[in-house]
């Protein structure tokens, strides 16, 4: 994917990490160093009022939005999209609709990124790569919102990069909260560290920082890894651990302080500006209550997500969750920076990075 490389590059930036996404409804860029970007959508940036306003009807033009959707349904990301198509709906009276392709019936996770671009669909959830950051849901959202809309430096970096390829972000929608789960019992962090003989996941840099012995094994196979004994520890976002029962296997959890911002709403750029004001103004408020939505539903949902766990649940001290945090900020920065290095584009990244480091109180000496 030629095209994709430079927006994941940038995405890199903002310490993403690969993770599984979503649950089911039961559990309820590094930029260039120049280029200019608009300014951010009125939507963009959590606001309690920013997705409350009502467009006249008789000034909005009738509008299909064609959105491609690798989500299904009763997903929680299904139904945070769902609500962004009533909402539309809501705020146009009617004129605005969505053309929802669920379930990646048009284009899978690896496709979807192109299909905008290309002008193939309007718009996307664009979500290769969930970034986590840490303190709750909503600081992850303010988290994200601060680096690609609210400071004038680094949006101008991400959005300018974004409109190099054609795209245009929106806003950033919630993923939950991310945990660790073992077969063993522990204590801390460091207790789980020692007791952990292979620690199953993707992302090695992170967890070989904070000392385990990592097994790269994919999140559909951890049930049988865990269960056989391959693996005997794991880490990943809340939700979808328990949608797949890892919990009957590993017993002992806890969270682990960060949470996610994973998927970002994203626009074909050229179709973006083709449409009147009356509907952009549509698509930026709903947007924005969207965002607000995601929020709403995966905070409501940690609680019974626990719960399904059984209850056996360590909260780590702060130290430890500031050393989880430390470990994520080190692997992923000194991963952004090498291919930032690579691809001549330093000085953007550092930006960025500096500026994440300064949101998440971490003292990074980049």
């Known amino acids: 994917m030629k095209k994709a490389l430079t927006i994941l590059l940038a995405l890199a930036l903002l310490c993403s990490m690969a993770a599984c ?3 089911s409804a039961a559990s309820t860029p590094a930029a260039s160093s120049g280029g200019s970007a608009s300014a951010p959508a009125s939507g963009s940036g959590s606001s309690s009022d920013t997705g409350s306003g009502t467009a006249a009807t008789a000034d909005v033009e009738p509008l299909t939005i064609k959105f491609s959707s ?66 709750s849901t909503q600081k992850a959202l ?11 430096e680094t949006s101008a970096l991400i959005q ?23 077969k063993y019992a522990f204590t801390d962090l460091d207790s789980m560290v020692a007791g952990s003989t292979s620690f199953g996941n993707f992302d090695a840099a992170i967890f070989e920082y904070l000392g385990f012995q990592v097994t790269s094994i994919a999140p559909p196979d951890v049930y049988q890894g865990l269960d056989r004994g391959m693996i005997n520890s794991t880490q990943m976002a809340l939700a979808p651990m328990v949608a797949m029962a890892w ?26 500006n083709g449409l009147s004001d009356a509907q952009r103004s549509v698509i930026e408020q709903a947007a924005a209550a969207t965002e607000d939505y995601s929020a709403t539903i995966y905070d409501d949902s940690i609680a019974a997500d626990i719960e399904a766990t059984g209850n ?45 480091a300064q949101l998440t109180d971490y003292d990074w000496q980049g």
């Open 21 to 23: 996404g979503g649950s």
């Open 70 to 135: 690798t989500f299904q349904e009763t997903e929680t990301g299904g139904i945070i999209q769902k609500y962004f198509i009533d909402k539309v709906g809501e705020l146009s009276g009617g004129a605005v609709t969505v053309d929802m392709a669920w379930g990646g019936t048009l284009f899978d996770s690896m496709g979807e990124l192109d299909a905008v671009i290309d002008g193939v669909v309007d718009m996307i959830a664009l979500g290769h790569m969930p970034g986590f950051a840490p303190g």
């Open 142 to 152: 303010d988290y994200f919102d601060e680096i690609m809309f609210k400071n004038p």
């Open 160 to 182: 300018g990069e974004a409109e190099s390829l054609g795209i245009k972000y929106l806003n950033v929608l919630a993923g939950g909260a991310n945990a660790f789960c073992t």
């Open 247 to 272: 919990y009957e296997v590993a017993p002992y959890w806890a969270l682990d302080g960060t949470y996610t911002g994973g998927n970002f709403f994203t626009v074909n750029l050229d179709w973006w």
């Open 312 to 356: 056996k649940l360590v909260q780590l001290s702060d130290d430890d969750i500031a050393r989880i945090w430390e470990a994520t900020f080190i692997a992923k920065a000194n991963d952004a920076m090498a291919r930032a290095e690579k691809h001549g584009k330093t000085d953007g990244m550092r930006t960025i990075l500096e500026l994440a």
